[in-house]
Structures are given as C-alpha cells and as structure tokens.
C-alpha cells in the first residue's frame, strides 16, 4: 500500500507542476489545483497541508527534474564543455515543437512571489543558486581537463551562464518565433566558445 501511495503522490506532484508553471502560484485557485490534481479539497490538504504546502513540493519535483536533466546533457556528452552547450540547446527546444517555450519556474516564482510568501522566495533562490553551482564544478571540471583556458574564473562563468540562462528562459515569456529563439541559444553557446582551449574548440 506505500508503494501505491508513493507513486499516487509522485503522479499529484507531476501534474502540479504543470498547473504551477503554466499559471503561476497566484494564479492557480483551489479550483485549479483541485481539477488539475483530481483530487477533493480534504485529500488536498491532508495529502500537502496547504497550497503552499503543494507549492513547495511542486517545486522540489521540478528542481529534482532539472538538475537530472542538466546532470544526464552535461556528463553524457563527449566533452563537459559540448555537454553544456547541448544543455543551452535544450533550453529552447520545445520552440521547434510548436509549444510556446515557457521561463523557468524558479525564475518565475523568484519573480512572482511577494514577501508575504517569503518561505517559497527564498526556496525558489536557494534552489537556483544550486544550478549556479552544479554549472560552476562542471566548469571546473572542464578546466581539470583541458577544455577551458586557464585564466578562466570559473564561479564568475558560471554566474554568468546562469543570468543568461535565466535572461532566455524568461525572454521565452514574450511568445517570440522559435528561430529567434534558437538563434539566442546559438549565441550562448558561441559565448561559451570564448573561454575553450584551441584544442578543445570543434575542427569546421
């Protein structure tokens, strides 16, 4: 039975994620919650405790998700460094799906939420300084291996990549053609380009 319960929550949180990151958090009304979760207000609240409560869970799955994501482009590729463009890449993939490309939930709750939900806020930064970091030691690993000049800062780099990660995620918000699009991911991958060794640079 807790196994079952487990993949029930698990299936809740996916689909509130969803429903977070389409509507944001004010946005999204109990009613909202309750039809997209499929669930009655009684199992809602003894199941999370709150919306905030959902909230905060949602946002756990979704940074669960990414850092995944970022951790199965950036080590599976041929070299960290390629394996960080591809993950620029797919950044704005869902454009040359015919789906609107959406900013990324942390940065919209980092830029929704008020201080009187100063607790999903600071979460909300918390977690995105953690993609800071997680960019920043595989830029150093990188550099271990030759792929990066050795005058490279690379806690500097990676916040760097971050604001720009940050800067075409919400820039996505404005619905703007998917080749535009992916020309900003190509040209965050060539800024990338300027901090490679020669021998690490892709032979044309």
């Not at 799906?97 to 999903?120: F, G, I, S, Y």
């Amino acid at each position: 039975m807790a196994r079952t319960a487990n993949f029930d929550r698990q299936v809740a949180l996916d689909k509130a994620v969803k429903l977070f990151w389409l509507r944001g958090y004010y946005a999204s009304s109990m009613k909202h919650i309750e039809a997209a979760l499929d669930m009655r207000p009684g199992s809602l609240y003894a199941a999370f405790g709150s919306k905030s409560g959902l909230f905060s869970e949602a946002l756990d799955t979704y940074a669960t998700r990414t850092g995944n994501d970022f951790d199965q482009r950036v080590y599976s590729a041929p070299s960290i460094v390629e394996g960080l463009q591809q993950y620029l890449r797919s950044l704005v993939a869902p454009c040359s799906d015919q789906t609107p490309a959406q900013a990324c939930m942390l940065v919209k709750t980092l830029l929704e939420v008020n201080t009187e939900d100063a607790a999903l806020r600071a979460k909300a930064d918390a977690m995105l300084a953690v993609i800071e970091q997680k960019l920043c030691e595989a830029l150093q690993q990188a550099a271990t291996q030759g792929e990066l000049r050795a005058d490279v800062e690379c806690s500097r780099l990676a916040r760097l990549l971050q604001a720009q990660i940050m800067g075409v995620r919400a820039f996505a918000e404005r619905r703007v053609p998917s080749d535009q699009m992916i020309a900003l991911a190509d040209d965050m991958v060539s800024l990338l380009d300027i901090y490679r060794t020669s021998q690490s640079l892709p032979s044309h």
